[in-house]
C-alpha cells in the first residue's frame, strides 16, 4: 500500500539553528500538509498546500516557518532560527483531493531542540 | 471556535471485550470526521471517515456513528484484541478544507 515517507525519524538540533523536515507524499495525491504534536498535547495543524502555493495555515505558522515542493515528489518543512518550543513530532499528511478525502499520514520527524 | 472532546482519556480492558469510545465536538458545521488510530513512536492512521451526510461507517470490527446535531461521534470496536491497543483520535474537518482539528485521544489497552 502506497505510504508517507518521512526524513529523519528523529532530528536534534541547536537553538536557533535551521532545520529542514522532509516528506514525500503518496505520487497521485495533490493535497499535502504539516502537522505538529507537542508531547502530551493535541495534534495541530500548521499548513495545507496545493497547487505549489499554501491554501491554509494556523496562526502557529507564522515568519519563522516555510514549505516548498522542490522537485516533483519531495515536500518539505523549513524551521527559521529553532526555539525549545519547536520540539515536537511534525508530521506530513497527504490527500488525493481537498480535506474532504481521506488524510494519508507519515510517521513523523521528532524534532528535539536543545 | 471548534473544540474537539474525547471520553475516557484511557481505558483499560479484557480481551474480547466491546467497547464505545466517545467524541464530541462544539461546533456542529463540520464537513466531515475521521478516526485515527495512532501507535507510540508511529504515525497516524486512518480507520474511518465519515462524511456529514452519513451517519455511520463500518470496516471490519469497527463502527463509526455521527450525530451531527448533536455534535457527537461514537467508536465501537466489537471484541476487542490486544493488537488493537493504541491511541485513537477523533478529528473533525470544520473551518475550510484543508483543516482538521483533533481531540486529545483515547489511550487503550486491550490485555489478554
Redesign the interface.
Known amino acids: 500500500e502506497p505510504e508517507?515517507t518521512?526524513t529523519p525519524s528523529h532530528q536534534v538540533t541547536q537553538m536557533g539553528q535551521e532545520v529542514i523536515l522532509r516528506c514525500v507524499p503518496i505520487s497521485n495525491h495533490l493535497?499535502f500538509?504539516w502537522?505538529r504534536q507537542i508531547l502530551g498535547?493535541?495534534?495541530?495543524?500548521l499548513v495545507?498546500f496545493?497547487n505549489n502555493e499554501i491554501?491554509?495555515k494556523?496562526e502557529i505558522f507564522d515568519d519563522q516557518f516555510s514549505v516548498e515542493r522542490p522537485d516533483g515528489s519531495n515536500f518539505t518543512l523549513k524551521i527559521r532560527s529553532t526555539k525549545l518550543e519547536d520540539s515536537a513530532m511534525y508530521?506530513c499528511?497527504s490527500s488525493e483531493g481537498?480535506?474532504?478525502e481521506?488524510?494519508?499520514?507519515?510517521?513523523?520527524t521528532q524534532l528535539s531542540v536543545l | 471556535k471548534q473544540e474537539v472532546t474525547q471520553i475516557p482519556a484511557a481505558l483499560s480492558v479484557p480481551e474480547g471485550e466491546n467497547l464505545v469510545l466517545n467524541c464530541s465536538f462544539t461546533d456542529s458545521a463540520i464537513y466531515n470526521l475521521q478516526w485515527f488510530r495512532q501507535d507510540p513512536g508511529k504515525g497516524l492512521t486512518s480507520l474511518l471517515l465519515i462524511q456529514s451526510s452519513q451517519r455511520e461507517q463500518t470496516s471490519g470490527r469497527l463502527n463509526a456513528s455521527l450525530d451531527k446535531s448533536s455534535g457527537r461521534s461514537t467508536l465501537y470496536i466489537a471484541a476487542s484484541q490486544p493488537g488493537d491497543s493504541a491511541t485513537y483520535l477523533c478529528a473533525v474537518l470544520s473551518g475550510g478544507y484543508n483543516k482538521l482539528i483533533f481531540g486529545a485521544g483515547t489511550r487503550l489497552a486491550v490485555h489478554p
Open positions: 508517507v518521512q493535497y500538509y502537522y498535547q493535541k495534534v495541530e495543524f495545507s496545493y491554501s491554509e494556523s508530521f499528511a481537498d480535506g474532504v481521506k488524510l494519508f499520514f507519515g510517521s513523523g
